[in-house]
DNA sequence: TGCCAGGCCCTCTTTAGGGCCTT
């Protein structure tokens, strides 16, 4: 059964290049449009959280000093998510800060991100914001905690998905929409998304 | 020493610039 793997990480600010890191990750397990696995935790890189991301996230340093190794946490995700294809919000992000931190234990990160915001351009043009917390409005997605914390978001970001794929279902006639067409369609013009739907069907019938 | 993201998308574009989104 295919699945979907939607993560959230939070850190220390916008830039491993730049020597941020993960402080909490969350991964919810996606499965037929449901939530079938959670993997959530704090998690200690031994670096300080400045006082504008503790108000941000309301990640302490304290919180984070009592929190397992970043290398146990992320080893666990990693055999959490296993080979299951990605999902995030604004994935660029998440899926820099996945490959910097496995990359630090010699640990692979092939596998595909699926982005719910290229997605949400593409689908929903009327949208004021594409902020995540705004298309949970848009779509009066159900609150899932408070924002800014990884396990809220990520749950967040997965009814979007959800919400995505019922949206494919129901205006493209895509019957399920699996990660592979999710990737093509961010990859393609806004105008070109139901051009790419139809070559993807004839492609691979039941995508 | 001081500074520092990266990628997408739109437009007053393409020999570029600025806003959005993630923390």
């Given at each position: 059964m295919p699945r979907i793997a939607v993560i959230d990480f939070e850190t220390t600010g916008l830039s491993p290049a730049l020597g941020d890191r993960a402080t909490e990750i969350a991964i919810v397990l996606v499965e037929e449009g449901r939530v079938v696995d959670r993997y959530q935790s704090l998690m200690n890189a031994g670096v300080r959280i400045s006082a504008f991301i503790e108000a941000y996230t309301g990640i302490s340093n304290a919180m984070v000093a009592a929190a397992p190794p970043a290398a146990q946490v992320m080893a666990e995700a990693s055999r959490f998510v296993?080979?299951?294809?990605?999902?995030?919000?604004?994935?660029?992000?998440?899926?820099?800060f996945w490959a910097a931190e496995l990359e630090r234990l010699g640990l692979p990160a092939a596998q595909p991100f699926a982005c719910t915001l290229l997605l949400s351009r593409r689908l929903?043009?009327?949208a004021a914001?594409?902020?995540?917390?705004?298309?949970?409005?848009?779509?009066?997605?159900?609150?899932?905690?408070?924002?800014?914390?990884?396990?809220?978001?990520?749950?967040v970001a997965a009814a979007l998905l959800e919400r995505i794929q019922s949206d494919l279902r129901q205006r493209f006639g895509a019957p399920q929409p699996r990660h592979?067409?999710?990737?093509?369609?961010?990859?393609?013009?806004?105008?070109?998304?139901?051009?790419?739907?139809?070559?993807?069907?004839?492609?691979?019938?039941?995508a």
């Open positions: 296993g080979r299951t294809p990605m999902a995030a919000h604004n994935a660029s992000f998440d899926r820099r929903y043009p009327q914001s594409y902020k995540l917390g705004a298309l949970a409005a848009l779509h009066a997605l159900p609150a899932a905690g408070r924002a800014h914390r990884a396990l809220a978001d990520a749950e592979e067409l999710l990737m093509a369609l961010q990859a393609c013009p806004r105008h070109a998304v139901p051009r790419a739907i139809e070559r993807h069907l004839a492609a691979q019938p039941g």
